[in-house]
């Protein structure tokens, strides 16, 4: 229970934002987070654009409680998106200003659960300053779907982000990664944006020992979802297994 | 695609595992997930009687495809739930046979998504070596939930599982989480059996730095929900926020 009379609904999205192909919500979605995203009027969101359109899909499974053009809506301010939501800088209170006019708020970002690998953190963190209530509803994370399917260790991970971008540093950063992973048995998993999808793999091949377990993963809940996991030895003869367009997620264990 | 004729789905479950007030299944699991697992009739899974209830919830909205008796369920053996299924050294291909005839199978835990913070990744790492197709299906994931919810970094986070049971090997590791989380940005959380709750608690009180954030989440898509976070001073003269009979998951961030 929150002091305030509003409460921060985290809102999550289908993994099909930006794809050809949408997929039907109610395969990434439980009805009951459908029905509360299309009770909320008030939000707050990585992509108005993107939000507005998400809206529009749960409107035709659940109508919703206010026309899409009265909603309340607003942008997280472009720099914490881009930059990333984890300095603890950005001071989103102002943002959830109408939890303290008892309106209930959401959070979304274009694709998945909002605060992980996701910006959305600082918000969440205001909501708790404010003393408002934070209710997370169920829906797809990529990242956690792409763990449960790498077959690599599940009860002790961490997901690291993105890998510095100058090929020396990203071959140090895995270097470090793969040690971690050998070394205590936590799973490390990261991201990087599609187009360097071919040259993290590339240095993935060249830095990892042969007997360490590397899985890649994309496309999860799409048509055409790749999902594989094998030693950095039997990768190596194979062709890259992503192309320069999907986001991936990659894993390494023992 | 996989190069076997069946396909592994990883089935999530929804979290009141043995709680007294259970959620309509709609609210934590999307209507596609339901779906497959209705159509499913071979199971991998943690505990056979949990699934059997777990089936019996999803007959009630999807009719089963096979009646429930009929239904071919294997149990993980106990040594791999019990001391965690991510040395690597169960063999778990056997169970798989079925792929390899051609049948679809699931794999179910008790709560939330298999091989996350829970036993699984045998079974998955099994199918990647038979080369079956892995398929995730989206659900409610406790650990995911309590990190968007708890405000603290959710681009740079880890999952260790469990804590030391000895009190001072405890607070060793209390001390060297929070200096990783403090030095790296890096979202530390755990996990604990919930009749230790209060033990740990007052651990974390004890060892944390004053500015360090705290938070503690259970009974995430639950009627009475616990999402917090505060500084560990401000927690200081704060009743302990978890009962010793609710699954928590604590988190450390600066």
């Known amino acids: 229970m929150g002091t305030l009379p509003g409460r921060l609904y985290l809102v999550p999205a289908p993994l099909d934002h930006g794809c ?8 990434s ?3 009951g987070t459908l029905a509360v995203a299309a009770r909320l009027d008030h939000w707050v969101c990585e992509n108005a654009k993107s939000l507005r359109s998400l809206l529009k899909r749960v409107d035709a499974l659940h109508p919703l409680g206010q026309p899409l053009q009265t909603q309340h809506i607003q942008e997280l301010p472009r720099e914490v998106h881009k930059k990333g939501d984890h300095h603890g800088q950005f001071d989103a209170r102002p943002l959830l200003a109408p939890l303290t006019a008892g309106h209930d708020m959401g959070l979304a970002s274009e694709a998945g659960m909002p605060a992980v690998a996701d910006p959305g953190s600082s918000v969440v963190k205001a909501a708790h300053e404010l003393g408002a209530e934070v209710i997370p509803l169920p829906g797809p994370v990529s990242v956690l779907l792409a763990l449960a399917a790498s077959g690599l260790n599940g ?10 971008q100058d090929p020396a540093e990203r071959t140090r950063r895995l270097r470090e990664l ?3 992973a050998l070394k205590t048995g936590q799973t490390q998993l990261f991201i990087e944006t599609p187009y360097r999808n071919a040259a993290i793999w590339a240095s993935l091949l060249q830095t990892l020992q042969h007997n360490t377990r590397l899985s890649v993963a994309s496309g999860l809940t799409l048509p055409g979802a790749l999902c594989r996991t094998l030693t950095a030895k039997a990768w190596k003869p194979l062709p890259c297994p992503v192309d ?3 986001p991936a997620v990659f894993g390494i264990g023992r």
């Open 29 to 31: 979605l439980p009805a």
């Open 178 to 180: 793969e040690s971690l």
């Open 20 to 27: 050809a192909v949408q997929v039907p919500l109610s395969d």
């Open 244 to 246: 320069n367009s999907t």
């Open 155 to 164: 009860q002790n991970f961490a997901f690291v982000g993105y890998l510095p």
